[in-house]
């Protein structure tokens, strides 16, 4: 998870310059709860004989989004920590200063809302966006690890 989740952000935040490679990170996000459906299912039928719980399954997704969390915000907080120089909020700000952009944001009355934004993120330290992004993954490993245990879930082996 950690890597998939590493790969998708380097591809955002170089795809801020190239629209390709936002796609690509993108489709890497909406991949991962395939791919963490694939590993349940490999557990599964690999380690435990074919047979699965709905517990054991939520359970295995979840601490696989737990340690993926972990590792990635680790990640995080050396992009932002060392990396990063203020490039994300630098061009999103250009972003936001371009022509259309602002007439856009207008148009829907989101330009308060959007310096608002701009504001908090530049107050934030690295470890806050780290554990920020954290919880995020957390709550939502947690979330996407009920249907998947739905689906992979087995009581019986056919076999």
Known sequence: MALLWGIAFACYIAGLLNPILLFIAIILVFVTPFVAAKRLQMFRDH???GIISFRRGWA???MMFFYGSLLFALVQYGYFAYLDKGFLLHTMQSMMENADARQMMADYGMSTVMNESLAQMRAMRPIDMALNMLTTNLILGCILGFPIAVV?????NNN
């Open 47 to 49: 380690a435990l004989g």
């Open 60 to 62: 295995y997704v979840a």
């Open 152 to 156: 992979i879930k087995k009581s019986q």
